[in-house]
């Protein structure tokens, strides 16, 4: 499982309107926390609802790797 994504996600984020917000584009930076809020909150249930269970529980890894990791 990737771990760590979304929060990397969000530190770039979170520097991107802060660029946005200090070069005084205001409305760009009000779509864009409306879309960040959609993209974290709203598209995951939307995706845990529609989308197959067998996706979300996959291993990544592969069965070669973790015998190694297991040492």
């Given at each position: ?13 979170a ?42 529980s ?14």
């Amino acid at each position: 499982m990737i771990s760590g994504l979304t929060s990397a996600a969000m530190i770039w984020a979170a520097s991107g309107l802060g660029i946005t917000m200090g070069t005084g584009f205001y409305s760009e930076a009000t779509v864009a926390v409306i879309l960040l809020i959609i993209a974290v909150n709203v598209l995951p249930l939307i995706i845990k609802s529609v989308g197959p269970a067998t996706s979300l529980s996959r291993n990544v890894a592969g069965p070669t790797k973790l015998k190694y990791l297991n040492r």
